[in-house]
């Protein structure tokens, strides 16, 4: 069998779906697909037993010339001898090679300024990501957990939010509980309902590539991600000497016992260090900011209150117009 077979049959037969025998989210699914592919235009002409430490060191040689970051090699290894060791459980090779050792990449290290923090919340963009900057911030959650959140999530009486939405089992990634500061809990009760990052009442799925832009024009530095954003966060807690359990609750790094955090999130006072040093970043924000924190409405879509008459995002003469990550430019009147 050559590798290259192998990577097709663990694509066809296993790889889009999930342990659960879900099928994987699309974005998730085409990683994995392009890192077979990679792995297979490089050595799929190998059979499996020519995949020696030799090869596989001169696979990591020509990746790194491309060049990858040392933690997308690792992933196409992943892929590759997760394909190869699914052929030999299935019964189709009678072993799979051993596996060389693979550096990581260093750490991401980059916490953002409350002055470049600042100077994003008053960045010229679509309203939609006004909304998904508030939730990084408040929730410090990964940017696929803040894209998938709902209003239904979210109890603005009691003041929390509940990352994992309904129905979706546990993963190695918890998803937390989370309380509300105030903006964020003003952000969300002047939401629609459904989806909180949405597009004309559709989920935004691929954001990063207005971020960019956004971000470009704004003078930032590449290293401002909404990825980065939850580092930021855990930093601030830090750094506001929020106790290390209430952080690591707050990440999903530890999840209290499931019965416990059944009721402590109805606690009129549910960490609430927490929801102090969040108020205080907020503050730190409006400090520096032209553009006030509360939300209002625009033609039925929220945004930041304004104090100038600069436009929403990208011009347009007399008129604000959105961003169209769905094909459909809509024109927001003043």
């Known amino acids: 069998m050559t590798v290259a077979e192998a990577a097709m049959r663990y694509w066809a037969r296993k790889a889009q779906w999930d342990k659960y025998g879900r099928p994987r989210p699309a974005k998730d699914a085409g990683n994995i697909r392009r890192d077979l592919e990679i792995a297979a235009e490089l050595v799929g002409d190998l059979a499996v037993s020519e995949l020696t ?20 090699i690792r992933r196409v290894f992943e892929m590759l001898f997760a394909a190869l060791n699914f052929c030999h459980k299935a019964g189709e090779l009678d072993r799979v090679p051993p596996r060389i050792k693979l550096a990581s990449s260093p750490p991401r290290e980059f916490v953002a ?15 939609q990501y006004q909304m998904l900057f508030v939730l990084l911030l408040a929730t410090g959650a990964r940017p696929d957990t803040v894209l998938e959140l709902t209003k239904f ?13 309904p129905g979706r089992l546990p993963t190695d990634k918890r998803r937390a509980v989370v309380p509300m500061c105030a903006v964020v809990r003003e952000w969300i009760a002047a939401a629609d309902p459904g989806p909180l990052v949405a597009y004309m ?19 930032l530095p590449a290293e401002f991600t909404p990825g980065a954003m ?25 999840m209290p016992n499931r019965i416990t955090a059944r009721y402590a999130k109805r606690r009129p006072r549910f ?26 409405r625009v033609s039925g879509v929220l945004v930041a209150g304004r104090e100038t008459a600069k436009s929403l995002i990208y011009g347009g003469r007399d008129r604000d117009r959105t961003c169209d990550p769905l094909g459909v430019n809509e024109v927001l009147s003043r």
């Open 271 to 296: 960490m609430p260090e927490t929801v102090a040093a969040l108020d205080a970043l907020f503050e730190e924000i409006a400090q520096r900011t032209k553009t006030g924190l509360s939300p209002k």
């Open 153 to 165: 999530q979210c109890d603005v009486g009691d003041g929390f939010i509940d990352l994992n939405p």
């Open 230 to 254: 939850r580092h930021t966060v855990a930093t601030e807690l830090s750094r506001r000497d929020v106790p290390d359990a209430q952080i690591s609750q707050f990440l999903g790094h530890e």
């Open 113 to 127: 300024t409350y002055d470049q923090l600042a100077t994003f919340w008053d960045a010229t963009k679509p309203p």
């Open 53 to 72: 430490n030799d090869r596989q060191e001169a696979l990591k040689r020509e990746l790194a010339a491309r060049p990858y970051r040392p933690d997308t």
């Open 201 to 219: 009442g559709r989920p935004i799925e691929y954001p990063w590539q207005t971020w960019r832009r956004i971000r470009k024009a704004a003078g």
